[in-house]
Structures are given as structure tokens and as C-alpha cells.
């Protein structure tokens, strides 16, 4: 499995402009909704509450909202690099810029799993989380993403 396998290349929002968790978790189910035909208010929902578990933010401006809906076909992702970082009630602390959104069909449990793996070790890479902030550019953004063969080759 690797990142495009999971983000199409429309999954990708370059300029995210939002001042709250909340409004980042609606705008982000609002895409996902269009991405994947499912209403945006349950995708909303499923993130919402995975959050009310604990925040999904692993630290270093990163977050990793994650979900599993019941008629979800395949996995499907969503990267978005916000204009300006939000509080996010992250594990450190600190307000977030890159978010990297995972949706799951409910009975993909150990793939779910896996898929969460490989999108943290992509953004555990420092040097990408800069070259990502440094760019904002949907392109460039998926390149950056998608052409990481040679780290995720585990």
C-alpha cells in the first residue's frame, strides 16, 4: 500500500482556510463528501466523535482525523495545508497546519490500520513536512505526498 492508494489527486486542498478544529473538520467532511458521494454531515459525525476519543493530532503540526463508515467502498483520503495553523488539541501542544484525513469502509479494520501506519510515517519525515509547507501548490503537494517509494518501502 502506499499514499496513492489512498489520496486521489482531488483529495489534495492546497489553501485551507479555516480558524477552528471544528470548522477544519467540516470543510474537510464537506470534501470528502463530494469525493466519495457519502453526506457530509455523517462524515462529519464519524470524525467528530473519533475526536471527542481523543484529539487526533500526533504533534509537530500534524493531525490524522480518522474514520470508518459503513458504505464506504474503498479507503480515501484527503490531505489539506491550512493558510494558518489552528488549535487542534494536539499531543504537544502545539496548533496544526497539515492535516491528512483517512476514511475507512467499517469492516476494514487491519487495512484502516496500516493505511494510519504508512500516513505517519510519511508525515514523521521532517524534511517532507517542510517541503509540504513550503508549497502551495495541489501538484506539488501530491508529488511530495505520493512520490515516496524509497522511504515506504518497508
Same mark, same amino acid.
Request: hydrophobic content about 50%; aromatic content about 8%.
Given at each position: 500500500m502506499e499514499i496513492a492508494d489512498l489520496l486521489p489527486p482531488r483529495g489534495i486542498v492546497a489553501h485551507l482556510r479555516v480558524g477552528t478544529k471544528k470548522q477544519a473538520l467540516q470543510e474537510i467532511a464537506r470534501r470528502a463528501g463530494s469525493m466519495t458521494g457519502i453526506a457530509e454531515r455523517r462524515i462529519y459525525d464519524v470524525l467528530n466523535e473519533r475526536e471527542r476519543l481523543g484529539s487526533t493530532g500526533i504533534g509537530r503540526g500534524i493531525a490524522v482525523p480518522h474514520g470508518k463508515l459503513d458504505d464506504l467502498p474503498a479507503l480515501c483520503? $484527503?490531505?489539506?495545508? /491550512? =493558510?494558518? *495553523?489552528? *488549535? #487542534? =488539541?494536539?499531543?504537544? =501542544?502545539? *496548533?496544526?497546519? $497539515?492535516? #491528512?484525513? /483517512? $476514511?475507512? *469502509?467499517?469492516?476494514?479494520?487491519? =487495512?484502516h490500520l496500516r493505511a494510519l501506519a504508512l500516513v505517519s510515517r510519511t508525515l514523521r519525515d521532517a524534511a517532507v513536512c517542510q517541503k509540504l509547507r513550503g508549497t502551495d501548490n495541489s501538484d506539488a503537494l501530491y508529488a511530495l505526498l505520493t512520490d515516496r517509494t524509497e522511504s515506504n518501502a518497508a
Open positions: 483520503g $484527503l490531505f489539506a495545508r /491550512l =493558510e494558518k *495553523p489552528i *488549535p #487542534f =488539541e494536539s499531543i504537544d =501542544e502545539r *496548533p496544526v497546519d $497539515l492535516i #491528512f484525513t /483517512l $476514511l475507512a *469502509p467499517a469492516s476494514a479494520s487491519a =487495512e
